[in-house]
């Protein structure tokens, strides 16, 4: 028996089934001719490979499906705070909406002073440190803000994070590194390391602007 033979004859027990249902007193009920010939017409379209068979049914479906699929690039949104994930399989592209946005980086941010700076690099539009946090090495970038940027998402799952009351996101990038991302005074911070999500709260939130004559 095919598919679309158990569901011609699924669809007859549920008529019976129906009709017993509603027993009427007095002389049984007899189903008009008419009735009995548009019955009979489905059933046989299900059995007999009309143009609306459940098997073609299905196909189109399928193939809705895979057009909207192809349409939207196997992707999801989600969102949350100011940030919207459109995650694909092994990325997502991540969007922030801010009116605060600087054309050049004109002050410099620093882990708190309890924790070792071994390198600091600058360039026009990022400024990248990297300390000693309990034996582990932790790296600062610091961007000038960008409405769109590519996080690792591929089997990560996207936690958000809020910094001093600024929107954060949290997330795992390989084997035990993970990094933090949050939006502050018109820049853009990642800081990535071997830490959890609180550990990582509590580095994001010492940071502050250090004076330049104490900058090795």
């Not at 349409?71 to 801010?98: C, E």
């Not at 946090?133 to 960008?146: A, F």
């Not at 799952?157 to 933090?180: A, K, Q, R």
Request: one cysteine or more; proline letters at 1%; a neutral charge.
């Amino acid at each position: 028996m095919t598919f679309d033979d158990l569901i011609a004859q699924g669809i007859r027990d549920t008529l019976d089934k129906k009709c017993a249902e509603y027993p009427l007193e007095g002389k049984k009920h007899h189903f008009s001719l008419g009735y009995k010939i548009r019955r009979r017409r489905m059933l046989r379209s299900l059995t007999k490979g009309s143009p609306f068979s459940s098997r073609k049914l299905r196909l189109i479906l399928i193939a809705v499906i895979l057009a909207l699929f192809a349409l939207t690039g196997f992707s999801l949104w989600r969102q949350f705070g100011g940030f919207s994930f459109n995650i694909f399989r092994d990325h997502s592209n991540v969007f922030y909406d801010s009116n605060e946005v600087k054309t050049a980086i004109e002050e410099i941010y620093f882990l708190s002073e309890e924790y070792e700076l071994i390198s600091i690099t600058s360039k026009q539009n990022l400024v990248r440190s990297k300390y000693m946090v309990d034996g582990e090495i932790v790296t600062l970038n610091q961007y000038l803000l960008s409405h769109v940027n590519i996080a690792n998402t591929e089997n990560n799952n996207v936690e958000y994070l809020l910094i001093n009351g600024n929107d954060g996101y949290y997330l795992t990038m390989f084997e035990n590194i993970n990094y933090v991302m949050w939006i502050m005074d018109g820049y853009q911070f990642q800081l990535s390391g071997e830490f959890d999500k609180n550990a990582a709260k509590i580095l994001a939130e010492s940071l502050k602007i250090r004076n330049s004559d104490k900058i090795p």
